[in-house]
């Protein structure tokens, strides 16, 4: 093999170059142009992504953003696929490496596409999209030890609840944990507890046992029992360990800005009931998504 040979352009570079840095693995061919192109493109997504976040949280506003994140995968994909079919293409050509061909232009390239992906990732994390887990069973069986969730946190700060809803808060004896509960009561609410049943406004919530044929008994045992319970239109599932789980509470009044929340376990959770009602400021999310369950993926999917 001759010197000249060895600047022959290896496809898996190329594939890999245009991976982590979008163009990269084009210029590596020599195509610079192309290169530079789907370089800048990718940069400029991004920021249409941060723009697109600070329009408000309509629907179209949450269409807008996942038509801008798809394109940016599928112009990640396109540049590393076209990267490797250009170096496939000139695997019997004898390259003469121009003068931007050098490790240092790579590099540079990549110091300034990292920290600027790594700095929107971050962004979109602190504003729009955080991954949690559950380690403990307080919201069973809607959720189980080992789920993992998403919460949306665009626009929380000025979001309306409704009772059912599950959110994602700071623990207000302790701002450094984070929980996840469901709302029950909304501000200016009366929450009550009588032999175990909740009271909203001086109204028992409409509950019945979740019928045997239905998977989530399963969680029936040791004498535990699972109820469906509705709040407001919504239909979620709660588990009882025993009757008489913190079988009383008295009557009081939800502040305004605040909210009830209790967990779907009632005889294992640490809530509302312990630490008061959850100011607005304190919910950091909304819970939409089940991305990777902690037993079965049927389980996995949007939260209703």
């Avoid at 250009?86 to 490496?97: H, K, L, N, W, Y």
């Avoid at 009602?277 to 902690?294: D, K, M, N, R, T």
């Amino acid at each position: 093999m001759t010197t000249a040979m060895s600047h022959v352009r290896k496809p898996s570079v190329a594939m890999w170059l245009s991976t982590f840095c979008c163009g990269l693995g084009q210029i590596y061919c020599g195509r610079v142009g192309r290169g530079l192109v789907m370089y800048c493109l990718s940069m400029m997504i991004w920021p249409l992504m941060a723009i697109t976040i600070f329009s408000g949280s309509t629907m179209i506003v949450f269409a807008v953003f996942a038509a801008l994140v798809l394109a940016i995968g599928l112009l990640n994909l396109w540049s590393a696929s076209d990267a490797r079919a250009t170096a496939r293409s000139m695997a019997a050509i004898d390259f003469e490496p121009r003068e931007y061909n050098r490790p240092l232009v790579y590099g540079l390239m990549l110091l300034t596409w990292f920290p600027y992906v790594i700095g929107l990732a971050l962004f979109l994390r602190a504003n729009v999209v955080e991954a949690f887990y559950l380690p403990s069973s307080s919201m069973a069986p809607s959720f189980i030890p080992g789920d993992r969730i998403l919460a949306n946190k665009l626009g929380i700060e000025t979001a309306s609840f409704s009772p059912g809803d599950l959110v994602v808060f700071r623990n207000p004896q302790n701002r450094q944990q984070k929980f996840i509960k469901r709302i029950v009561g909304l501000p200016g609410d009366t929450v009550e507890i009588k032999s175990g049943q909740l009271l909203i406004n001086g109204r028992p919530l409409e509950r019945e046992p979740v019928p045997a044929a239905d998977e989530t008994s399963s969680m029936n045992v040791e004498g535990r029992q699972a109820f469906y319970e509705w709040s407001g239109a919504r239909r979620y599932s709660i588990l009882i360990d025993k009757p008489g789980d913190n079988a009383n509470l008295p009557p009081q009044t939800v502040p305004a800005g605040s909210y009830f929340v209790l967990g779907d376990h009632r005889g294992q959770s640490h809530d509302s009931r312990e630490f008061g009602a959850v100011s607005h400021g304190e919910i950091v999310g909304q819970v939409i998504f089940l991305y990777c369950p902690g037993d079965t993926w049927k389980r996995f999917g949007a939260i209703r």
